[in-house]
């Protein structure tokens, strides 16, 4: 029996009823049909998911295909199809090292390349989603291969249709395009823009600027490090807050403002948390908020899930005593609540 700590980033959680591994698209399939109706589990890395400590009572299928298509035009780019249980930052630097632009802000995000779009990650101005062409899935309702479109992924804010229907598609591959060329786009986030030496709006090389990206991700503990327990985490815990803009103009004049194409307002999860009261470093058992960023909650001792559980509960209750608005969750809880 599996214990699933020592398959999670933030290690911890309990055991699985039942555990497989399985690294091609006929082995997927076939594990999925084997469970029938019970509770099914799909991980990849591990990386953005909260266990119980009492483990998961079903089939949990960890993911681990890697193939790799590529179809290279000197016109249009490259159309890359990969893996689901590909590595995403061995991704990220395989496409730069091959001279392919476009990811580069998004590196040093761990998890798979199939975790990618149900999350629609992004960093420093980016997501994912930008350039994703189509995702292949199984759909376990209908037991069958179902391939979406961009447009049919309904990709939004750290969402997609992936994550608005948990456990129906199960992730085959995902295919991008990808530029070929040295240069970024236009630098966006002035952070990144700062450490690189250039001004917003300018352009940076790939190279320098994937380099940069992961400097400023160890920096705030967002870079796993097996040596260091302040990295034990999984990621951002909250996502930024959507909020009307009558609730964001009731916020501190300093507190971040960025509008939406809908009319509303995106603000800072950390912002918020640090403004509310919460300081890194804190702690609840075994589990610490990252002395690096307040989003990031960590195994700092022997962490049980209750422990970090109850940690991301206490910055949720500052936060929304504080400004009224209520934190939302990045981090996919499996038998935890908050």
């Known amino acids: ?46 990386t953005n998911i ?62 798979t390349v199939g975790a990618a779009p149900i999350q629609n990650i992004g ?6 989603s930008e350039f994703i062409t189509r995702v292949r899935t199984y759909d376990r309702v209908k037991k069958e291969v179902k391939t979406f479109t961009n447009l049919e992924c309904e990709f939004t804010y750290r969402n997609s249709h992936f994550k608005s229907h948990p456990g129906r598609y199960v992730i085959l591959d995902v295919q991008f395009n990808l530029r070929q060329g040295e240069m970024t786009m236009p630098i966006t986030y002035s952070e990144l823009a700062a450490a690189l030496g250039i001004s917003v709006g300018d352009k940076a090389p790939i190279a320098a600027t994937r380099k940069t990206v992961l400097e400023l991700r ?38 971040p403002r960025w509008p939406t ?29 990252s002395t690096k960023h ?12 209750i422990d970090i559980a109850e940690l991301a509960k206490s910055a949720q209750k500052s936060v929304y005593e504080k400004f009224g608005i209520t934190l939302e969750t990045e981090v996919n809880l499996v038998g935890v609540s908050l």
């Open 218 to 255: 160890a920096k705030k503990g967002m870079l796993l490090n097996p040596a260091d327990r302040d990295s034990w985490s999984a990621g951002s815990f909250f996502t930024n807050p959507i909020v009307s803009q009558e609730i964001a103009a009731k916020l501190p004049a300093d507190a």
């Open 50 to 111: 909260l266990v119980a400590d009492s483990g998961f009572q079903g089939t949990v299928i960890r993911i681990t295909n890697n193939s790799l298509q590529a179809e290279v035009d000197a016109c249009s780019g490259a159309t890359l199809t990969i893996g689901a249980g590909e590595n995403w930052d061995d991704f990220v630097q395989t496409s730069i090292e091959r001279g392919f632009a476009g990811l580069e802000t998004l590196s040093g995000i761990p998890g």
């Open 123 to 128: 960093a420093y101005g980016h997501e994912v």
């Open 1 to 46: 029996m599996a214990d699933l700590r020592d398959y999670t980033s933030l290690r911890v959680g309990g055991p699985a009823k039942k555990f497989v591994e399985v690294g091609t698209e006929s082995e997927i399939i076939a594990a999925i049909e084997a469970a029938g109706d019970s509770p099914v589990l799909i991980i990849g890395g591990g």
């Open 261 to 289: 194409t809908d009319g509303r307002v995106k603000t800072s999860a950390a912002w918020l948390i640090e403004n509310s009261g919460v300081h890194k470093g804190d702690t609840h058992g075994g589990a610490r908020v």
């Open 294 to 305: 307040v989003l990031a909650l960590t195994n700092a001792g022997n962490a049980t899930a």
